[in-house]
Nanobody
Framework: QVQLVESGGGLVQAGGSLGLSCKAS?????????MGWFRQAPGQQREFVAA????????NYKDSVKGRFTISRDNAKNTVYLQMNSLKPEDTAVYYC??????????????????WGQGTQVTVSS
Protein backbone atom coordinates (compact mmCIF):
# COMPACT_ATOMS: atom_id res chain seq x y z
CA GLN A 1 0.00 0.00 0.00
CA VAL A 2 2.74 2.44 1.02
CA GLN A 3 6.14 1.93 -0.56
CA LEU A 4 9.46 3.09 0.87
CA VAL A 5 12.46 3.21 -1.46
CA GLU A 6 16.01 3.49 -0.14
CA SER A 7 18.97 4.84 -2.08
CA GLY A 8 22.56 5.87 -1.44
CA GLY A 9 24.23 2.60 -0.53
CA GLY A 10 27.57 1.57 -1.93
CA LEU A 11 31.16 0.62 -1.23
CA VAL A 12 33.34 2.84 0.93
CA GLN A 13 36.65 2.53 2.77
CA ALA A 14 36.76 2.48 6.54
CA GLY A 15 36.58 6.03 7.85
CA GLY A 16 34.55 7.21 4.90
CA SER A 17 30.99 8.47 4.68
CA LEU A 18 27.73 7.60 2.97
CA GLY A 19 24.33 9.24 3.00
CA LEU A 20 21.18 7.16 2.67
CA SER A 21 17.76 8.42 1.61
CA CYS A 22 14.34 6.83 1.90
CA LYS A 23 11.40 8.28 0.00
CA ALA A 24 7.81 7.26 0.61
CA SER A 25 5.32 6.76 -2.21
CA UNK A 26 2.65 8.46 -0.15
CA UNK A 27 2.54 11.11 2.52
CA UNK A 28 0.64 8.60 4.61
CA UNK A 29 3.96 7.05 5.55
CA UNK A 30 4.95 10.34 7.09
CA UNK A 31 1.86 10.35 9.24
CA UNK A 32 3.78 7.65 11.08
CA UNK A 33 4.76 8.20 14.66
CA UNK A 34 8.32 7.15 13.95
CA MET A 35 10.59 6.62 10.96
CA GLY A 36 13.48 4.26 11.52
CA TRP A 37 16.51 2.66 9.97
CA PHE A 38 17.44 -0.99 10.52
CA ARG A 39 20.24 -3.11 9.13
CA GLN A 40 20.94 -6.79 8.58
CA ALA A 41 24.28 -8.42 7.93
CA PRO A 42 24.60 -11.96 6.50
CA GLY A 43 23.82 -14.54 9.15
CA GLN A 44 22.73 -11.87 11.61
CA GLN A 45 19.41 -10.69 12.95
CA ARG A 46 17.94 -7.44 11.72
CA GLU A 47 18.95 -4.76 14.19
CA PHE A 48 17.85 -1.26 15.04
CA VAL A 49 20.09 1.59 13.89
CA ALA A 50 18.24 4.88 14.37
CA ALA A 51 14.76 6.39 14.68
CA UNK A 52 13.17 9.83 14.55
CA UNK A 53 9.75 11.10 15.62
CA UNK A 54 7.22 12.95 13.45
CA UNK A 55 8.21 16.35 14.76
CA UNK A 56 11.93 15.50 14.82
CA UNK A 57 11.82 16.30 18.51
CA UNK A 58 13.42 13.01 19.48
CA UNK A 59 16.05 10.80 17.91
CA ASN A 60 17.43 7.48 19.07
CA TYR A 61 20.48 5.53 17.99
CA LYS A 62 22.07 2.17 18.43
CA ASP A 63 24.92 2.67 20.87
CA SER A 64 27.61 1.67 18.38
CA VAL A 65 26.61 4.37 15.87
CA LYS A 66 26.13 7.28 18.27
CA GLY A 67 28.28 10.21 17.28
CA ARG A 68 28.83 8.78 13.80
CA PHE A 69 25.33 8.49 12.27
CA THR A 70 22.67 11.19 12.04
CA ILE A 71 19.00 10.59 11.21
CA SER A 72 16.79 13.36 9.87
CA ARG A 73 13.49 13.73 8.02
CA ASP A 74 11.78 16.15 5.68
CA ASN A 75 8.06 15.53 5.86
CA ALA A 76 7.30 17.91 3.00
CA LYS A 77 9.45 15.69 0.76
CA ASN A 78 8.25 12.41 2.30
CA THR A 79 11.88 11.53 2.90
CA VAL A 80 14.01 10.31 5.78
CA TYR A 81 17.82 10.39 5.73
CA LEU A 82 20.69 8.63 7.42
CA GLN A 83 24.09 10.30 7.23
CA MET A 84 26.83 7.83 8.12
CA ASN A 85 30.30 9.10 8.95
CA SER A 86 33.45 7.38 10.21
CA LEU A 87 32.22 4.10 8.82
CA LYS A 88 33.64 0.84 10.12
CA PRO A 89 33.72 -2.63 8.53
CA GLU A 90 31.21 -3.81 11.12
CA ASP A 91 28.70 -1.34 9.64
CA THR A 92 28.52 -3.51 6.53
CA ALA A 93 24.91 -4.64 6.04
CA VAL A 94 21.75 -4.16 4.05
CA TYR A 95 20.07 -1.04 5.41
CA TYR A 96 16.28 -0.77 5.51
CA CYS A 97 14.05 2.16 6.27
CA UNK A 98 10.73 1.63 7.99
CA UNK A 99 7.66 3.52 9.17
CA UNK A 100 5.82 2.92 12.43
CA UNK A 101 2.24 4.18 12.51
CA UNK A 102 1.22 2.85 15.90
CA UNK A 103 2.22 4.74 18.98
CA UNK A 104 2.97 3.39 22.39
CA UNK A 105 5.15 0.54 21.15
CA UNK A 106 8.95 0.24 21.15
CA UNK A 107 10.72 2.22 18.44
CA UNK A 108 13.68 -0.14 18.30
CA UNK A 109 11.78 -3.36 17.59
CA UNK A 110 11.20 -4.21 13.94
CA UNK A 111 7.91 -6.07 14.36
CA UNK A 112 6.16 -2.86 15.40
CA UNK A 113 6.89 -1.12 12.09
CA UNK A 114 4.19 -1.13 9.43
CA UNK A 115 6.01 -0.30 6.19
CA TRP A 116 9.44 -1.31 4.90
CA GLY A 117 11.76 -0.44 2.07
CA GLN A 118 13.56 -2.94 -0.14
CA GLY A 119 16.96 -2.29 1.41
CA THR A 120 20.22 -0.85 0.14
CA GLN A 121 23.64 -2.47 0.51
CA VAL A 122 26.37 -0.69 2.46
CA THR A 123 29.82 -2.26 2.31
CA VAL A 124 32.75 -0.86 4.28
CA SER A 125 36.19 -2.20 3.40
CA SER A 126 39.03 -2.39 5.91
Amino acid sequence: QVQLVESGGGLVQAGGSLGLSCKASSGRAFSADVMGWFRQAPGQQREFVAAITWNSDNTNYKDSVKGRFTISRDNAKNTVYLQMNSLKPEDTAVYYCAAKVSGGVPYSVSIYYDYWGQGTQVTVSS
